[in-house]
């Protein structure tokens, strides 16, 4: 099963970061609680809901959200009663959300194994999203009303920040609106994983604070290195074909910046004539692909996922000088260096 320690070694934390041995150890040994309190929470009477439920938690993941609810909880007490049942709240929230996107994409793969809808039928995979939201929604029961309204308040962006992509910017500027659907529908829960883990573990609400709008930070910056990662990687590095997004016609941030004009180079009227047509037949996709890698976009893309992740290390530094803050920056490090 894929974690965020699959790659550990010695003192090495999630996500091969080079972090404080104990913390290590620590965040190890309460992921592991979190991975079983996820397979206690998708067990049922029901064959059929049992089986479809617990389909994506057994494919494994990175617990990215999970992860970051127990280096938030470092900057109180780690060991509150409400820290893990935390990271599987957001984890549950994750991938029922999963589940959906599935069904809209019409996916049919989803972390090397076939798709629930594939595999079931789309009903069956509406119906699990559902119920892993209210498994989360029963476990947060349990958290107190503050932790209820977080996490109904983030899933009220992902929400909003689905709906914005599927119409459209409209008359709206395409880049920002962009953005702004990738910091609700990816930026909103990463932000609440780090508000639970601070806010239930007791730390100052000023720290709390900071961490939730570093995270969602990171949140941008994670969606921002996929981006480039999906044009600029081999199939081994990004774990899916490249140049997805092109085929199935999905804008993402290189995309937005030729399409506003960055480049002046001989091949950029090819380039956006191709970006704004079918890319399905593989002739096409091929050239556009290419076109693209080669493109000023990628380094403009490049920077902006800096910025970002810039942005997020200059708020980190703010807080206490603890091995947690110190794994929060290496997270600044290591979204930007997974596109290098």
């Known amino acids: 099963m894929s974690s965020a320690f699959a790659e550990e070694s010695g003192g090495t934390g999630p996500f091969g970061l080079p972090i404080d ?69 957001v984890e549950l929230t994750h991938l029922g959300s999963l589940y959906h996107d599935d069904v809209m994409d019409e996916a049919t793969v989803r972390r090397g194994q076939e798709s629930a809808n594939a595999r079931w ?19 947060l029961a349990d958290l107190g009303p503050e932790s209820v309204r977080v996490q109904a308040r983030a899933f009220a962006r992902l929400v909003r920040g689905q709906i914005q992509e599927t119409v459209g910017p409209a008359d709206a500027d395409p880049l920002k609106h962009y953005l702004q659907v990738v910091a609700d529908k990816t930026g909103s829960l990463i932000a609440v994983s780090g508000q639970l883990g601070a806010m239930l573990a007791g730390a100052p609400p000023h ?17 921002l290195s996929d981006d480039i990662l999906d044009i600029d990687s081999n199939a081994e ?15 993402t941030l290189p995309m937005h910046h030729v399409l506003a004009g960055v480049g ?36 403009r893309a490049r920077a902006d996922l800096r910025r970002w992740a810039e942005d997020a290390r200059g708020e980190l530094l703010t807080l206490p000088d603890i091995p947690a803050r110190a794994a929060f920056t290496g997270l600044c490090d290591y979204v930007v260096s997974r596109t290098g």
Do not use: W
């Open 207 to 223: 720290v709390t604070d900071t961490i939730t709008s570093a995270c969602e930070k990171i949140g941008v910056a994670f969606q």
């Open 264 to 299: 002046s180079g001989p091949d950029d009227a090819r380039l956006r004539e191709l970006l704004v047509q079918d890319l399905t037949d593989d002739a096409l996709h091929a050239e556009a692909l290419a076109l693209l890698r080669g493109h000023p976009a990628m380094e």
């Open 237 to 251: 590095q990004s774990g899916k074909t490249p140049g997805t997004d092109l085929r199935e016609g999905i804008r």
């Open 121 to 139: 039928t789309n009903t069956v995979a509406i119906l699990t999203g559902d119920y892993l939201f209210a498994r989360a929604s029963d476990i």
């Open 21 to 89: 041995a104990a913390l290590a150890a620590d965040v190890k040994e309460r992921l592991a609680s979190v991975e079983a309190r996820l397979l206690e929470s998708v067990r049922g009477d029901d064959p059929l809901l049992a089986q479809a439920s617990k389909h994506l938690v057994e494919a494994g993941g990175k617990r990215f959200r999970p992860t970051l609810v127990l280096l938030a909880a470092q900057f109180g007490d780690p060991a509150a009663p409400g820290v893990v049942p935390a990271g599987v709240v």
